[in-house]
C-alpha cells in the first residue's frame, strides 16, 4: 500500500532532481522527470507538449543555464494537494535566484501546479503550470 509519506517524498524528490539538472543545464537529465506526453506550461512565454518539445526548448541559448551565470531554483511548501497510488496533484512555492557574476538576485518568483504519474517507481510530471507572482528576465 502507497502512503501519503511515500506520495510526498516521491513528489518532492522529483521537483528536486529536475529543478537540480535544469539549474545545471543537464537537459536530458531533466527531461527524464517528465513523462512522454507531458506538458508544461509557461505563461506568456510558451506551452511545450510532450518531453521531446520540452528538451528542445532547453536546449536553446536563454532557456539553457549560461555556465558564466548560474542560477538555482529554490523550492519550499511542497503541498500534496490529491493523490493515490497512482497519481497526485501538488503545488510549490519557487524562486528562481541567478548570479549576475558579481552577486545573487531574485530573478522568479512563482508557484508550481504539478501533477505527477507514478512510473517504474518513480514520480514523473504529467503536467507542470507556472504561476508567476514576479518575473524579471
Do not use: C
Request: proline share 5%.
Amino acid at each position: 500500500m502507497t502512503t501519503f509519506a511515500d506520495v510526498h517524498a516521491g513528489v518532492v524528490a522529483a521537483i528536486s532532481a529536475q529543478a537540480q539538472a535544469q539549474d545545471d543545464g543537464r537537459t536530458e537529465d531533466m527531461v527524464a522527470w517528465y513523462l512522454p506526453d507531458a506538458v508544461m506550461e509557461i505563461p506568456g512565454v510558451a506551452t511545450l507538449e510532450g518531453v521531446d518539445a520540452i528538451r528542445e526548448a532547453f536546449s536553446k541559448p536563454g532557456w539553457r543555464p549560461d555556465p558564466d551565470r548560474p542560477q538555482r531554483h529554490v523550492i519550499t511548501n511542497t503541498v500534496v494537494t490529491e493523490w493515490d497510488g497512482r497519481r497526485a496533484r501538488a503545488t510549490s512555492d519557487v524562486m528562481m535566484i541567478k548570479n549576475d557574476g558579481s552577486a545573487w538576485s531574485i530573478a522568479v518568483v512563482a508557484r508550481y501546479h504539478d501533477e505527477f504519474e507514478e512510473s517504474a517507481g518513480r514520480w514523473l510530471l504529467r503536467r507542470r503550470r507556472d504561476e508567476y507572482l514576479a518575473f524579471q528576465p
